[in-house]
């Protein structure tokens, strides 16, 4: 151990109710409050980059866990399948509780290795990133993808023909495999974007509403443009024709944004973002994990999207921390209406304070400052009816918009026949998706008192993830319907 505890000090201060922020569910939270103790660990040791500790399980060897503080990231030896395990939770709020526990400076080889195999692969990115691009290669990949793409959305074309031809209660009769059929043949012709719509199709001609034709229709015709759209990309403009490619399954990775951003030919905002708010869904199918964190920038009154994906067990970007205010320039991908991005220049975030006391719901926060000095959308004219006209308004520029994220203030949950809403005070309803549990805790959470409530609207429902009332931050839990 050095004779100064600097080494120890991480960019970031971390306090348990950020660590606790990182865990994928309840369990985790609890199990992982559970090993902070000291007694349940050994060979502990850290550095400015680095924690590790060596903790006793039902097995004969001790599982070794380690956190990259730089992200932070994690890894444990042990064989749960959740990200972060209880073990990196527990050895992150051990370190935050009892620093002076931590007196190994020199990496054992597991950490060591670690380690390196994380700077290796950073630095194998880089220099991807710096070598030349093979322009006559890569114009001949393209253009045998296009083919492909061309010919998939002809017999797509033809196929949503029969559809409306034959009457769309015919579709009621038809088994999944006519859809999966179809989004199997656009998966063949690299349209997977496409490929997941027809796929929706199936659960939409079954879901047994009052208006499901209608709403199968909106479905269709919304695929029908995207076709028309592929067909005309020549006279669309840029952000338009990007947003149609992207709509089929082109995508365009962080390498070729970054080399656009180079070029000029996409925007970029400067700016301190409020993370508003966090979801995570999967693929059951592909097992592919998608995490969405919708961003509010303070000054350009501006709404990001940053998308992070993962696959099976792969760990996932756990950096963005709900409540926090974040200084960073990003850059946007280029759409009709722009919302996805990536950081640039990420800095540290603005660091949140103590936990207001009720943990059944995880996450909560305060700013040191006042919540009426936050500067929260709903008082930059981002709330209710201001809210709904930017969805209209989104809508009109990318009609494949498939949520949008709402901040809606002085509302009051709701419960009639069955089904949560909110209630503003001119007595306009806000149908949610809630699950009847969560819906019971929001209430009591609000004290039957007007709060402001950020979350995810697709056209139909409001799935909550955010919501500050009485001078706290409560975010909903993270892959649960709250």
Known sequence: MTDSSSDLIMAVVW???????????????????????????????????????ECQGSGKNPYQAQIDLTEPAFKCSCPSRKFPCKHGLGLFLLHTSHTNLFTQDALPSWVQDWIDKRSQTTQKKEEKQ????????????????????????????????????????????????????????????????????VRQLAGIANNGQADWAGELLVALSQIHLIIQGYQRLESLSPALAAEVRSQVGWTI???????????????????????????????????????RVWLWGQNSQQIALILNFAVRNQPIDVSWLPGSLVPTELIFFPSSYPLRAIDRNRQDARQPGAIPGDETIIVPFALAKPLEEKRLPAQRGFANELAIDRYRQALIQNPWLETFPLLITDVTPN???????????ENNYLPLELADVRGWQLLALSGGKPITLMGEWDGQKLKPLSIWHDGGYWQANIGEVW
């Open 253 to 291: 990775s962080q390498d070729e944004l970054l080399g656009l951003f180079e070029r000029g030919e996409v925007t970029s905002q400067q700016d301190e973002w409020l993370v508003m708010g966090k979801s995570l869904t999967e693929d059951p199918t592909s097992n592919l994990k998608t995490q």
């Open 130 to 197: 710096k070598a030349p691009v093979d322009e006559v290669a890569q114009a001949k990949r393209q253009q045998k993808r296009s083919d492909k793409v061309s010919t998939g959305l002809a017999d797509l074309d033809l196929w949503l023909q029969d559809i409306i031809s034959s009457g769309l209660a015919d579709t009621q009769a038809q088994s999944y495999g006519f859809w999966d059929g179809m989004a199997a043949r656009l998966v063949d012709a690299q349209a997977p974007g496409l490929a997941r719509r």
């Open 15 to 53: 306090s348990s109710e950020q660590i606790l922020a990182l865990a994928p569910d309840a369990g985790s939270v609890k199990n992982g409050k559970a090993l902070a103790t000291a007694s349940k660990w050994q060979n502990l040791g850290g550095t400015e980059r680095v924690l590790w500790g």
């Open 415 to 425: 419960y009639s026949e069955g089904n949560w809403s909110i209630r503003d005070r």
